[in-house]
């Protein structure tokens, strides 16, 4: 289900894996359009059509990319009728959903990572906190906003008065679903990706990735989605210690157990939002899916069966243990002109995939909609593409040499897996452990 980057990725996995694909996506994803036997270009919201529609094709395996419809219960839904479904039920879902949930787990199960939080719903309230506030804090809304509604201080507001005024929109709009938000202490460091797959207790970590969420290089502008992302070769990141990784899959494993002793197991992909401090890993959010666009920087070097690993996280019956092909890759999304404030959609965007892959990368496409055999951009992201390589450097010179057959009003950060960027964050992210910055 659903039609993104992610989603293709996706697809191209279980086809690895000898799988049949039905999709379900509410636009025409040429990638998975193609690749599929049957396709149902439907609402992702709509579980009991889909779940119909499952049924009636006798599905062995419903794989659950994007989040919203977890939210509304599509695994539940499934359940009742005999498809197992690689993705968390409803109540499970909730550890992305509401992220007072997510933080209200990590405290009552003293889950380590944890960022000191407060949860308001109304501006009294926050004015009285606000006041006696001395120090630098993030404002979360409650529920979903696509990655686009935290604002950290310094980067979306400098003041008291500008975080009054986004809260009272908050409040007055809805954002995500609830007039409730989050206050967080703010934490200054790097962030990166942790993914692992899940049954309801075992854990198996995939290769962290960093991921780069505003839209203008120089991680400038407004928040997206995700314009692109990073893996290296040995799995871990030029920026973080041995003992970093040990501690951010140690709390993944503990918010699994968290999970289960709470009597909403996770089975699925538990994404781990992290940011690396002076002080070790804190949770930034957890995810109830793979993440977009790091799932692009790890199930394409997956050597072993995907289909089996979806397979034994539905069912509670995980393998062991996962291979990764020691292969470092940079993934760069194409986005529409304007992206992150107002789209350009509608726009042709043309593609020579055939010089794509002769240039050694993968193509993997999202937003965009097939109509007379052309290809026009949505609001959302359009494609991407991922050089896989011995080296990151490598990798990010096949990302780039693949955007030269891409053509339209379309937009890319091209700084994603620079050498010199990585070199900065390795440079900046030493300074953080001598607490030489704040
Ligand atoms: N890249 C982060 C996310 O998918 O939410």
């Known amino acids: 289900m659903g039609g993104g980057g992610r989603e293709h990725c996706i697809v191209e996995a279980l086809r690895r894996s000898g799988a049949d694909i039905y999709a379900v996506a509410a636009n025409r994803n040429p990638g998975i359009s193609r690749a599929a036997k049957e396709f149902l270009l439907h609402d992702v919201m709509d579980v009991e059509k889909i779940t119909t529609w499952a049924k ?17 219960g599509i695994v539940d839904k499934l359940a009742e009728v005999g498809t197992p479904a690689f993705g968390p039920d409803k109540a499970a879902s909730q550890i992305e959903l509401s992220k007072e949930f997510a933080r209200d ?177 804190k949770v930034l959010e957890f995810n109830a899916r793979f993440a977009d666009p790091e799932c692009m920087n790890v199930l394409p070097i997956l050597e072993s069966d995907f289909a089996k690993l979806c397979e034994g996280a539905a069912t509670g019956s995980l393998p062991k243990s996962a291979r990764f092909a020691k292969k470092a890759t940079v993934c760069k999304y194409v986005v529409p002109e304007g992206y992150g404030t107002k789209s350009l959609s509608g726009m042709p965007v043309e593609v020579d995939e055939k010089a794509i892959a002769r240039d050694g990368a993968e193509l993997f496409w999202a937003a965009v909609d097939e109509r007379d055999g052309k290809t026009y951009t949505m609001s959302s992201r359009s494609l991407a593409v991922v050089g896989i390589e011995d080296t990151l450097e490598k990798a ?43």
């Not at 700084?415 to 001598?434: H, S, W």
């Open 396 to 438: 990010e010179q096949v990302a780039e040499a693949a955007l030269r057959h891409v053509r339209g009003r379309v937009y890319v950060r091209h700084d994603i897996g620079k050498k010199d960027v990585l070199a900065r964050k390795v440079r900046r992210m030493g300074e953080i452990r001598q607490g030489k910055v704040h």
């Open 105 to 281: 787990l990590m405290r009552d199960y003293r889950v380590p990572g944890l960022i000191d939080y407060w949860a308001f719903n109304n501006a009294k309230d926050f004015e009285d906190w606000v006041k006696s506030c001395d120090f630098e804090f993030v404002i979360k809304p409650i529920g979903l906003t696509g990655g686009k509604g935290v604002r950290v201080w310094g980067d979306h507001f400098n003041s008291k008065g500008e975080a009054s005024a986004y809260v009272n929109e908050i409040l007055k709009d809805r954002i995500g679903g609830a007039a409730r938000f989050l206050i967080e202490e703010k934490a200054v460091g790097e962030e990166f990706s942790l993914q692992a797959f899940s049954d309801g207790k075992n854990v198996i970590p995939m290769p962290l990735a960093q991921d780069h969420k505003r839209a203008y290089e120089g991680d400038k502008g407004p928040n997206t989605g995700g314009m692109g992302s990073y893996s290296d070769s040995d799995h871990m990141l030029p920026f973080l210690t041995r003992s970093d990784y040990e501690k951010a899959l140690d709390i993944m494993k503990k918010t699994v157990k968290a999970m289960k002793a709470n009597g909403t197991p996770f089975r699925g992909c538990l994404y781990g939002g992290f940011i690396g401090t002076k002080s070790g890993p």
């Open 56 to 72: 009636a094709r006798s599905i062995d395996l419903a794989v659950i990319g994007p989040e919203a419809p977890l939210g509304a």
